[in-house]
């Protein structure tokens, strides 16, 4: 027979786990409002004017009802002349994305470092030629108008949509990159949920620095390997506290400390992500984010 202590004690257990859980709820439910109400609007307009986001570009009749639409641009001190070999000659296992190499060309041939110069052996691909994303996805060129814009198509059928990449004269000395992503998720895929969790969340993170870099190499001005491989860094810092955050919630005893942390940490997880800051202020959220965190762990034993 079970003794009245010990049913107590079973019931205060179930509470506890009724709290965590609503404390961790709770936590992700906010930040999933500061997401989805300030966070996603921006990150699919990023430096995008109004007149581009309105202005019908090339591909978007291959997805005309798309779950993720974004236009994000970039003014490059170049011709549409200048800025073309460098998007031409964009993928893995070719130039790379200018971006976060790390990432991005992990196991390449051509090396870790995207290229600092344009590659002749990558400025003669036609229509159908395939497009290679990473190791195990490629795309393929649905179009190619020189000087002017490409189209990078997916491969599944039916098909999920395209980037285009488009350039726009402003004057003889700046042209407008943008980039316009059409897509739509397959929630039936279970495959594919890892890129389609990147799509929606992380993708303008990709997206900004592929134009930052271009902009970087038109310019000749290209920013040290070190000074990405820190951005990059504070961002896998700051999402990886927040989890830790959400798992101290399950783990240590619950507190306004430790929910207080939870969210702090949620909250600059987004703002280093979603935020227009620099590499440095976004290793002081990281920075800040270990902090709150460890203070929580300590004042939860």
Same mark, same amino acid.
């Given at each position: ?96 994305? @200018?971006? @976060? ?172 992500? @979603? ?27």
């Amino acid at each position: 027979m079970v003794s009245i202590s010990e049913h107590f004690r079973e019931l205060a257990r179930g509470r506890q786990l009724l709290a965590r859980g609503f404390a961790v709820l709770t936590v992700l439910f906010l930040v999933a409002i500061a997401y989805l109400g300030v966070c996603r609007p921006y990150q699919l307009q990023l430096e995008a004017t109004a007149a581009e986001i309105e202005r019908p570009m090339p591909g978007d009749e291959l997805n005309p009802d798309p779950s993720f639409l974004a236009t994000r641009g970039i003014t490059i001190a170049g011709s549409p002349e200048d800025i073309w070999p460098w998007l031409l000659q964009m993928g893995y296992g070719r130039a790379g994305y @200018y971006g @976060y190499d790390l990432l991005e060309n992990a196991g390449s041939p051509e090396g870790l470092r995207s290229a600092d110069e344009v590659l002749p052996q990558f400025q003669n691909f036609v229509v159908g030629d395939e497009v290679p994303i990473s190791a195990v996805v490629s795309m393929t060129f649905y179009a190619i108008e020189p000087n002017r814009y490409l189209i990078w198509l997916g491969d599944d059928v039916p098909n999920p949509g395209a980037f285009t990449w488009a350039l726009y004269p402003l004057d003889s000395e700046q042209t407008r990159l943008v980039s316009r992503i059409r897509w739509s998720y397959d929630l039936t895929s279970a495959t594919d949920l890892a890129l389609q969790l990147f799509t929606e969340f992380a993708d303008h993170i990709a997206v900004r620095k592929i134009l930052q870099g271009v902009k970087q190499r038109v310019e000749q001005d290209i920013e040290p390997f070190w000074v990405q491989n820190v951005e990059f860094i504070s961002y896998l810092c700051t999402f990886t506290i927040f989890l830790a955050a959400l798992a101290l919630l399950c783990w240590r005893r619950l507190t306004w400390r430790t929910w207080g942390a939870g969210l702090i940490s949620g909250l600059l997880w987004l703002a280093s992500w @979603y935020a227009p800051i620099s590499t440095w202020l976004g290793m002081l959220l990281a920075l800040l984010a270990i902090g709150a965190l460890l203070h929580a762990h300590r004042t939860s034993r």
